[in-house]
């Protein structure tokens, strides 16, 4: 899962831990303690998310249909796949959403670790997070994450099977999904 897939599974908790759970990718170790207790609580919640996810029989499936070649970077590319679809479930393409609105004040609040220091901005700024209702612009941000890496781009080389495997990867979400929800998302206390 990637930025919107962990909003939306936060969104019911404060805005706190919502950001740990925005930021979590930029965040290594186990020692929290220079967080806050609600954003580390967010950082531990988006890691459940992503163990839950990596180990989970559709995503297993999909990760075996990639070209054998990359199939170690596949599942980089498979959560921004997984932002595109939620994107759609939650007809992003369509309406401004207030979770996604919520998330971009919440990220410009807080500086953000280093690791993303140059990536937020970005996000925000170009609205990434309604646009991976766009499947070109996600692929395109699949390519754009494989720039960063050390190497070839072997995340573009992965965009054609991405292309041609489109619908199979729409059944993966639709297991996944429901399934993670039920599983992981945070619902709002009642207050």
């Known amino acids: 899962m ?7 599974l936060a969104r019911g908790g404060s805005d706190d831990f919502l950001y740990g759970n925005l930021i979590a990718d930029g965040v290594k170790g186990s020692d929290l303690s220079a967080w806050s207790e609600e954003v580390a609580s967010g950082i531990r919640h988006h890691r459940r998310v992503d163990a839950y996810v990596d180990v989970h029989p559709a995503v297993l ?6 070209p054998e070649a990359y199939r170690r970077y ?4 498979l959560d921004l796949v997984w932002d595109h679809f939620v994107a759609r479930e939650l007809a992003l393409d369509r309406h401004e959403s207030h979770l996604v609105l919520r998330s971009y004040r919440v990220l410009g609040r807080h500086p953000a ?9 970005a996000l925000v700024a170009q ?6 209702a766009d499947f070109d612009f996600t692929c395109d941000a699949v390519r754009g994450i494989g720039q960063r890496l050390s190497g070839p781009n072997r995340l573009a080389a992965l965009v054609p099977w991405l292309k041609e495997d489109y619908d199979g990867l729409e059944r993966d979400f639709q297991q996944l999904w429901p399934a993670v929800a039920d599983e992981l998302e945070v619902l709002p206390l009642d207050r």
Do not use: Q, S, T
Not at 2 to 8: D, E, G, K, V
Not at 113 to 121: D, F, I, K, N, Q
Not at 127 to 132: I, K, T
């Open 2 to 8: 990637n930025f919107l897939a962990h909003a939306w």
């Open 61 to 66: 499936a999909a990760r075996r249909r990639a």
């Open 74 to 77: 596949a599942g980089i590319a």
């Open 113 to 121: 670790p280093a690791r993303l220091e140059r990536m937020v901005p």
């Open 127 to 132: 609205d990434w997070l309604h646009r991976y």
